[in-house]
Structure formats: C-alpha cells, structure tokens
C-alpha cells in the first residue's frame, strides 16, 4: 500500500452558514474522538515522515473538544508526525482558538468572500471580520483568505482582492465556483476581472513590494496532473465512511446505489480496518483519474491539448456538474484556458 502524506478529518457535517455554492449535504453527525484515534492508529505504519492532518466540516469550529482531543492524541502517540491544518468559515473563531493553533502551528484556511460575503450570511460579517482583525494580530504567519467567486460574484473579484491586500493580510488566494454553468458574458466578466487584478496586482507591488495573492505562483508542478485520492491520502467522514478524498463524498455520498460509490468508497470505518490490505483493490480504481484521460462534455480529449501540461481539472468537482468522472464541463475548460492566457500578466507578481 502507498505512503499516507495527507489525511482529512471531516469532524460534522453540522454547518452554521448555506453557502450557495457549498456542495456538501448538511446533517446532524459528528465524529467520535474513537473514531478518530482508531482511523489514525490504523494507518499509523503507513504514514509519511510529514503528514498534513486537515480538520474539515461543515464548520469544524461547532466541534472545539474533538479538535483538542485530536491534537492530544497527535501529540501523545505521533511525536510530531503531523502538520496540522483546518478550514473555517471564520463566525466562531475565538482568540482562545487562534492561540491554541498557534501553539499547534496549524496552517489555517478561512473562507471570506469580501464584497460577496453578504450572499453567504449577512449576520456573520462582523464576526468574521473581527477573527480576521484577531489573526492578523495573534497569528499573521498562520493563515490563508480563501474567497469563492461564483458567476454572480466574479465583477467583485479583483475589488475585492485589492481590499483584502489594502488590510494587509499575507496570504491570499481564490476559487471559483466550478459545479455551477458559467456563461459567455460571466466568462467575459472573469477575464476582464483577471487583466484588472494583473494591473492592480503589478501598482500595488511596485508600492508594497510582495503581493500575498497565490493563485498564479508557480506550484513546481511538473508533468501531467493527476488526482491523488485514495493513492497519498484518505478522508474520514463524519458518517464513518473512509474515502480517497473528501470530495469523492461531496459527489457520491449520497447515492449508494450508484455504481461508482462500490468503486471508490471504502466503506464505514470497521469495515477499512478490517480489510486491512485488502483496501489495495479499491486504490487501483482511483488510479484512471489524470488529466491526459479526461475529456471535455464536447469530446476533446486532454491528451490531445496544447494546455495539457499547465491544466489542473479536478475529476471531482469536475464530476459534481458532468456526473461522470473524467469528463469536464465546457466552462471548466474555456476558464482553464482563460487561465493559462492570463498567467503570463502575473509573471512579474511575487
Ligand atoms: S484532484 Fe480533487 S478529488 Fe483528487 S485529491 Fe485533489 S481535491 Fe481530491
Ligand atoms: S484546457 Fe480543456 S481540453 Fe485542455 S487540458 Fe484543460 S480541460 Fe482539457
């Protein structure tokens, strides 16, 4: 079996937030502090020297003690193995916690949309600012901004990267909403916000010196992307079932009876244990998953294209609009070639 380098802990699917373009199901689970130890102790021969442990949600942050624990079972029986990571929407994020992930030297991912964040809701703004105040000044080397834009959002993308850099928050990046169709004119709109952001990006450096956005540093990828999910990495879900990634879940989750969940899911919690080496046969079945193999709803294979090298689609999210994996959606496409035609703006940003 291969080495574990990456693990998710995806502690509830309990949220506090509806974003619009969440596509996760919401529930009432949560994971048991068991659980998770036994998830962990099971791989414990198979991990990497360093390995990233993410907590996930849902919000992780409505489940504060299973983090703690977490961390001193880490810290108990893992002598340092793991670099912890954790995604939040930022609304219950107490000084008391940014310490506590100080102290663990947790790379923090908060999700603030800027301009957009009053689509998610509204009455969390000031909350969310103020945990941004309180990084900013507890922990500024700590943490990313991370804001979706969605066809509806993206005129407000460059404005509000430019505000976010304004604040002086260190890290920065974006993601666009990609299980949703974009059409010409929001494509249009993208790419004109893209030229806007490279010529406010390039001012602002000449000012400030570094520019914080991260979107277009180069990742030192080399070769063909291909999904790792279930090869360097595993997610546990707060239903107990164990998948390659967590957004093998977000997509096949809920349909049991679809062929594809027998093929990728691994099934509850005992049940992993319990095959032991046998979890090899299910790996295989995540090994199609490059990009040389995908093709596009209009049945242009990757392999075939000039981007093929440069092109990072990933077959899961790709798959949450196509519904079948390994075939992307014509505005991924058109978007990764916008992409690749604006990247060479932001070769001077650093
Ligand atoms: S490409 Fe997508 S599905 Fe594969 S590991 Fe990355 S995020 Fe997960
Ligand atoms: S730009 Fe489109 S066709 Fe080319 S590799 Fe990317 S998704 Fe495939």
């Known amino acids: 079996m291969n080495t574990i380098s990456s693990l998710t802990l995806v502690l509830t699917d309990k949220c506090n937030f509806s974003c619009p ?43 504060w003690p299973l983090i703690e624990k977490t961390v001193a079972h880490a810290d108990r029986n893992f002598k340092k193995k793991f670099r912890f990571s954790l995604t939040t929407n930022g609304s219950l994020l107490k000084k008391e916690h940014i310490l ?37 000044h507890l922990y500024p080397e700590g943490y990313t ?24 928050h260190r890290h920065l990046q974006y993601s666009l909403d990609l ?20 010529n406010r990006c390039l001012e602002l450096q000449n000012k400030t010196g570094k520019i ?55 099934g509850k919690l005992p049940a992993f244990i319990g095959a032991g080496n046998k979890n090899r046969a299910l790996v295989a079945n995540y090994s199609d998953l490059r990009q040389d193999y995908f093709f596009t709803v209009k049945e242009e294979l990757c392999g075939l294209c000039d981007q093929l090298k440069s092109c990072r ?17 014509d505005w991924t496409c058109r978007i990764k070639k916008i992409n690749a035609k604006c990247k060479p703006l932001f070769a001077g940003v650093h």
Do not use: M
């Open 21 to 63: 373009y969440c596509p996760q199901r919401r529930g009432e689970n949560i994971l048991q502090i068991e659980e998770i130890t036994a998830f962990l102790d099971f791989l414990k021969l198979r991990l990497a020297k360093e390995v990233w442990l993410g907590f996930y949600g849902g919000e992780p942050l409505l489940c």
């Open 100 to 136: 506590f992930f100080k102290k663990h030297r947790f790379e923090l991912v908060l999700s603030y949309d800027g301009p957009a964040q009053a689509s998610r809701d509204t009455s969390s703004i000031n909350a969310v600012e103020e945990a941004l105040e309180n990084l900013q």
């Open 145 to 168: 901004v991370n804001s979706v834009f969605t066809p509806a959002t993206v005129s407000l993308l460059s404005a509000s990267i430019e505000n976010l850099v304004a604040l002086g």
């Open 179 to 198: 299980s949703v169709p974009w059409q010409d004119p929001d494509l249009k709109v993208l790419e004109k916000e893209l030229h806007r952001l490279a």
């Open 212 to 266: 914080p956005l991260e979107n277009f540093e180069d990742a030192g990828q080399k070769g063909i992307f291909a999904c790792f999910a279930g090869h360097d990495r595993l997610a546990l879900l707060p239903d107990r079932t164990v998948w390659g990634c967590y957004l093998f879940y977000d997509l096949l989750g809920q349909h049991p009876e679809h062929p594809d969940f027998k093929k990728y899911c691994f």
């Open 313 to 329: 689609v990933c077959p899961a999210i790709a798959a949450l609009a196509t519904a079948q994996l390994g075939v992307i959606p």
